[in-house]
């Protein structure tokens, strides 16, 4: 089982799923919201969340 971690920015008042695969280097980087500019760390607006999606390998 894998559990992927979804995040979401709701400063448009429709929560739009963030890209949190893009990698810099050898570091991962945080989602970040194009529109607005948050991340999980800073959050002023406090508009990010997440939902963690399951997956199953049958
Ligand atoms: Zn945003």
């Known amino acids: ?3 992927y971690r979804q995040w ?3 400063c448009d008042g429709i929560p739009r ?13 945080e989602p ?3 529109h607005c500019g948050a991340t ?3 959050d002023p607006k406090q508009t990010i ?3 963690d999606q399951e997956e199953w390998d049958d």
């Open 1 to 3: 089982m894998t559990v």
């Open 8 to 10: 979401f920015c709701s």
């Open 17 to 29: 799923q963030l890209d949190s695969e893009i990698l810099y280097g050898e570091e991962a980087a």
């Open 32 to 34: 970040a919201c194009e």
């Open 40 to 42: 999980p760390s800073s």
């Open 49 to 51: 969340s997440f939902r």
